[in-house]
């Protein structure tokens, strides 16, 4: 069989709501025929009518009646149509449901599910990760897998976990990456672990997200093209963060690349490279480096776009230039 990256979603949504009945969906037209903005719903609301439903246009009230709904015993997966829309719901989300157990001592397990990232003719307002604004505060747990098998596992831990998670799910993987077998029977990695998704000896190339194919990418191209021998790492979880993963990757190759489709500013490529320079700046041959969006709001203009998001080339390069330092 053959799954998408948006087929394993809605299977762990399915599975989970059959599984728990204190398992709802609350979304912007994500219950009926339309199914969503990208129809990753679609059909579950025919199986479930009572725990798939329709939410008002405000971000600020699905999150706060899921943070209710939470603390009152249930399990509230909630869709923002795009993940640039969780600035509406800041408050909610940074305010209440990452304080609630330290403040009150019980747990607020809800999902928040955020269609991440860039598509051509987006522009600002469609196209945004906001990993780094809901990581900078302790109490969320914020994901983003990369591949099927991690979209299927990491939403059904998201949903069975005790705290409040942000699941990031890039909108240009949804019907473009597409994996052989059933993501039930991969590997289980747990939330909070990295993995090493390319093994190397030159570099450690770090990404998450849709970026981390523009690495294996790059790594391929570095193999076949100038005998680059790359280490991959997926970080898949931004927070918490694996740096132990991280460490032992870069004691092994002596160089570091990241690369994310996020701004470089106070981004999650700051904070691993901050982190490594101070655990581990003893064991490096050359200075970290970090291949970022530019530092401009995401044009519409497809031209504009393509020069504003990072590619494989680009990683190849900063590669090169790390291993020739």
């Not at 001592?105 to 307002?125: A, D, E, N, Q, Y």
């Not at 747990?190 to 390319?198: E, F, H, K």
Request: hydrophobic share 45%; aromatic share 8%.
């Amino acid at each position: 069989m053959t799954m998408s990256y948006l087929e394993a979603i809605r299977l762990a949504l399915e599975e989970s709501l059959d599984e728990d009945p204190r398992v709802f969906l609350y979304g912007q037209d994500i219950a009926g025929q339309f199914g969503g903005a990208f129809k990753v719903t679609k059909g579950l609301s025919e199986r479930f009518s009572t725990r798939v439903l329709n939410a008002p246009i405000s971000e600020d009230a699905m999150a706060g009646i899921a943070i209710g709904a939470a603390l009152d015993g249930m399990r509230p997966v909630i869709e923002f149509q795009f993940a640039d829309f969780a600035s509406l719901g800041f408050n909610q989300l940074v305010n209440h449901a990452a304080t609630t157990f330290w403040r009150t001592g019980r747990s607020c397990p809800i999902v928040v599910r955020l269609p991440v990232g860039g598509t051509v003719g987006s522009g600002p307002f469609h196209c945004q990760m906001p990993e780094a604004w809901l990581s900078h505060h302790p109490g969320l747990v914020v994901v983003s897998p990369a591949t099927v098998a991690d979209a299927y596992w990491m939403l059904k831990d998201a949903i069975a976990c005790a705290d409040p998670v942000i699941f990031c799910e890039h909108k240009y993987l949804y019907r473009h990456l597409k994996e052989t077998g059933d993501p039930r029977h991969a590997e289980h990695i747990p939330l909070g672990s990295a993995v090493v998704r390319r093994v190397g000896s030159d570099c450690t190339l770090i990404s998450y997200s849709a970026m981390l194919h523009e690495c294996l990418s790059a790594a391929g191209m570095l193999e076949h093209e100038h005998g680059v021998a790359v280490e991959v790492v997926d970080l898949r979880c931004v927070r918490p963060l694996d740096s132990q993963t991280i460490l032992d990757s870069v004691a092994k190759t002596g160089r570091v690349v990241m690369a994310t489709e996020a701004w470089p500013f106070g981004g999650i490529a700051a904070e691993v490279l901050a982190q490594i320079a101070t655990e581990a700046f003893h064991l490096l041959d050359a200075p970290p480096v970090r291949i970022c969006a530019q530092d401009t709001p995401i044009p519409v203009q497809p031209d504009l776009y393509a020069a504003h998001r990072p590619h494989a080339e680009d990683i190849v390069d900063a590669v090169l230039e790390t291993v020739r330092f």
